[in-house]
C-alpha cells in the first residue's frame, strides 16, 4: 500500500504567514461604536430575528440526504479508514451525532439568522469541551476541537451544543423533565455568561478562563460526594496523559531503537504503509524537513524549544469520529535522551463544513484557519500548535495543523452522569462559548440581543428537543444503508 505521507514535499511554511496566503489582504478598517450604540445593534438584530424564532427547526422537503452528505466527505478521505467512521458513528445517535458535523451544518444555513457574528466552533458539541494543561501549567476547561472553525452566526455553536446535550441526555436514559433542565441550562449559562462579558474591559474578557480546580472546589459543596470523586479521579487521570505517558503507552523497542507501537488499522508505523518503490530513508528525511518548515509557524521561543527534539518516528493514527479517514500522524521526538519525549499530532485540515454555508474562509491554508481560530477562541493554546502544507506525489495538496498529541488533556464521562452533574457541565460548557465568542464577537451587541429574560434559552431547548428527533432519523438512515449495502460500515475500532 502507497503511503499519503510519501507523496509529499513540503510547501514552505511561511507563504501561509504572508498576506498573499490569505483570500482577502486587507482587513476591514475597524469601526468603534460606544457601547450604547452597539447595545442598539443588538436590539435592531431581535426585532428583525426574534429570539423565540430559534425555536423552530422545520426540515424542508429538498433536504439533503445525510448519508449522501456523509459520501461527498468521504471521497477526499483515506478509503480503507471510512468504513471505520461509519462504524463508530453506528454505535448509537449520540455518536452518530458527533460525527454528523456536515449534516447540522446543512441545516442550520436555513434556520433564521441574528446576524451577529463569531468565530465559531463549528463542531461545538459536549465531548468537544475538555481540559487540557496551560502554558502556566493550569488545568483550564475550554473548547478543544476546531477542524471546523469558521466565522458565522453566534447561535450556530449553541444550537449544536443544546441539540448534543438533548441526544446525550436522550442516551442516558434521564427523563422529559431532566432534559428540559439540562438544555434550559446551556441557554442560561450562555446568556447571562455573555450579559457579564458585556460589562467587562477587553483585557478583562481575554484574560478570563475556566481553572478546573477552582472551579471544583467552588461547585465541591453543591455536588454529590460521588460525583466530587469521580471529577477528582478524572483529573487525577488527566494530568497523567502527556507526552511521557503516551512514550510508555504507544511505543516499544526495536533493535535498541524506540518506535511506535504496530496496531493496525488504528495505528500502522510508517514503514507498514510505504510502498516497496520508495525507500523509508528518504520520506523520513522529507519528514524531517516538513517539521522544519511547520516550526517557522511558531512563535520565536517555541522554534527554539522544539528545535531541541530530534525526530524519531511516525505512524498513522486514526482518531475521533467526525474525524476518522482524514490523514492524522503522530510524530514521535526525542530531547536530552531517551526520557524526554514529544508527540506531536499531525492532523489534516480540510475546508470547515460551515464555508458553503456561511462563506469561505480567508485561510487559503485550512491548516492556518484552524489554528487561527484556535488561538482566537480558546484561553490559552497549545504551545507547539502550528500549520503545514504538503505538495504530495500525486500533485495533491493537503492542509494540516500540528500540536502536542497528549497535554494533560481530559475529557467529561458522560456514561453514567446523574442529571444534576449533567446540569453543572451544561453551564461550564456555556460558560466557556460564551468567552469564546465574546473575544471574537462583539459581545455587548451579543448580550443586548439576548436580553434578561429566559425566551432564548427557552428557544434552544425547543430547538435541541426537535432537532434530537431528526438525529435519530438520521442515525436510522444510515443504519439502512449499511443493511442494504450502499455503504459499509467497521465496527468495534
Avoid at 438584530?45 to 449522501?68: G, K, L, W
Avoid at 460525527?99 to 468565530?119: C, E, F, H, K
Avoid at 486514526?318 to 490523514?327: D, E, M
Avoid at 464577537?441 to 428537543?465: C, H, K, M, Q, T
Wanted: net charge neutral; proline share 4%; hydrophobic share 40%.
Amino acid at each position: 500500500m502507497a503511503v499519503d505521507i510519501s507523496r509529499l514535499s513540503s510547501v514552505g511554511a511561511n507563504e501561509a504567514e504572508a498576506p498573499s496566503a490569505r483570500r482577502y489582504t486587507r482587513s476591514p478598517k475597524a469601526v468603534h461604536l460606544t457601547p450604547e450604540e452597539r447595545g442598539q445593534r443588538g436590539r435592531a438584530a431581535r426585532a428583525e430575528v426574534p429570539r423565540a424564532s430559534h425555536a423552530v427547526f422545520d426540515p424542508t422537503a429538498v433536504r439533503p440526504d445525510p448519508v449522501e452528505l456523509l459520501e461527498g466527505q468521504a471521497a477526499t478521505r483515506v478509503p480503507d479508514l471510512v468504513p471505520i467512521r461509519y462504524g463508530r458513528m453506528l454505535v448509537s445517535p449520540f455518536t452518530f451525532f458527533r460525527g454528523a458535523a456536515l449534516i447540522q451544518a446543512a441545516d442550520l444555513s436555513s434556520t433564521p439568522r441574528s446576524g451577529l457574528i463569531v468565530q465559531l466552533c463549528g463542531d461545538a458539541h459536549l465531548m468537544n469541551f475538555g481540559a487540557f494543561g496551560s502554558p502556566e501549567r493550569r488545568l483550564l476547561f475550554d473548547i478543544n476541537d476546531f477542524d471546523e472553525t469558521n466565522p458565522g452566526p453566534f447561535e450556530w455553536d449553541i444550537k449544536r451544543l443544546g441539540a448534543s446535550f438533548e441526544v446525550a441526555a436522550r442516551d442516558e436514559g434521564y427523563g422529559t423533565k431532566d432534559r428540559r433542565a439540562v438544555l434550559l441550562e446551556v441557554g442560561r449559562s450562555y446568556r447571562e455568561a455573555m450579559a457579564g462579558f458585556a460589562g467587562m474591559r477587553n483585557l478583562d474578557v481575554w484574560y478570563s478562563s475556566l481553572d478546573v480546580e477552582r472551579l471544583l472546589a467552588d461547585l465541591r459543596a453543591g455536588m454529590p460526594k460521588s460525583a466530587v470523586k469521580r471529577a477528582e479521579a478524572n483529573l487525577a487521570k488527566t494530568r497523567t496523559r502527556d507526552s511521557m505517558q503516551a512514550y510508555g503507552k504507544l511505543t516499544h523497542e526495536v533493535d535498541g531503537q524506540r518506535r511506535i507501537i504496530s496496531d493496525p488499522p488504528l495505528i500502522v508505523p510508517i514503514e507498514d504503509l510505504v510502498g516497496t518503490d520508495v525507500p523509508v530513508d528518504a520520506v523520513l528525511d522529507e519528514i524531517r524537513k516538513i517539521i522544519r518548515d511547520y516550526r517557522r509557524t511558531l512563535e520565536t521561543d517555541r522554534k527554539h524549544l522544539l528545535s531541541q527534539f530530534e525526530f524519531v518516528h511516525l505512524a498513522r493514527k486514526v482518531v475521533g469520529v467526525g474525524s476518522v479517514g482524514t490523514r492524522a500522524w503522530i510524530a514521535l521526538m526525542l530531547g536530552r535522551d531517551a526520557q524526554d519525549p514529544l508527540f506531536l499530532q499531525v492532523k489534516e485540515a480540510q475546508a470547515s463544513v460551515l464555508e458553503s454555508f456561511s462563506g469561505r474562509s480567508e485561510y487559503t491554508n485550512s491548516g492556518q484557519r484552524v489554528v487561527a481560530g484556535q488561538r482566537l477562541m480558546q484561553a490559552a493554546s497549545d504551545i507547539f500548535l502550528g500549520w503545514q502544507r504538503i505538495t504530495g506525489l500525486d500533485g495533491l495538496v493537503r492542509d494540516f495543523y500540528l500540536r502536542q498529541l497528549r497535554d494533560w488533556k481530559g475529557s467529561a464521562v458522560i456514561e453514567g452522569m446523574p442529571p444534576k452533574t449533567m446540569k453543572l457541565y451544561a453551564q461550564m460548557c456555556g460558560w466557556t462559548l460564551a468567552r469564546a465568542h465574546a473575544r471574537s464577537g462583539d459581545r455587548i451587541a451579543i448580550a443586548a440581543y439576548l436580553g434578561n429574560s429566559s425566551v432564548f434559552d427557552e428557544a434552544i431547548a425547543d430547538f435541541s428537543a426537535a432537532y434530537a428527533d431528526q438525529n435519530e432519523s438520521d442515525y436510522a438512515v444510515l443504519r439502512d444503508a449499511v443493511t442494504n449495502g450502499r455503504i459499509t460500515a467497521q465496527t468495534g475500532l
